[in-house]
């Protein structure tokens, strides 16, 4: 007695217009209105006629041109000086760069290492990451 009875919730099909007189959507105008670009062909969602100034695509942030196909992260930089904390002789990836602490093992995984030519190299190391030219020719 005290329950409140909800209104069934009904899913109605869109109306298919324009399918014959006998459809009971059909003739004339079957539901456009009369006249117009609307009313005749295909409009696309954007369309705002000749207005300029405000339309949607005017309002939206500038992401067309130089900067658009740049990589939106940067790799992780590492710089020459603290590859003397790894051994003498062992080779320089991202995994022995995580066991000693220098990279984040996700963070380098997922944006890559790049080395630097800050500061000196004390030892002889085998490095399999990208560098700048200044530690290509530091290293020769």
Do not use: C, Y
Request: no cysteine; hydrophobic share 35%.
């Amino acid at each position: 007695m005290n329950e409140i009875k909800l209104p069934k919730i009904v899913d109605r099909r869109k109306k298919r217009v324009g399918r014959g007189i006998g459809s009971g959507k059909g003739g004339h105008t079957t539901g456009r209105g009369q006249k117009g670009q609307k009313a005749r062909g295909k409009v696309g969602i954007l369309f705002e006629g000749f207005k300029v100034k405000k339309s949607l695509l005017k309002r939206l942030p500038l992401s067309r041109g130089k900067g658009k196909f740049h990589a939106k992260s940067k790799p992780v930089i590492v710089n020459i000086e603290v590859l003397n904390l790894l051994p003498a002789g062992s080779s320089v990836n991202i995994e022995s760069l995580a066991k000693a602490g220098i990279v984040k093992l996700d963070e380098a995984k997922e944006f890559g290492v790049k080395i630097l030519g800050k500061g000196k190299l004390n030892k002889k190391l085998k490095i399999e990451l990208p560098m700048s030219k200044s530690v290509a020719k530091k290293i020769s």
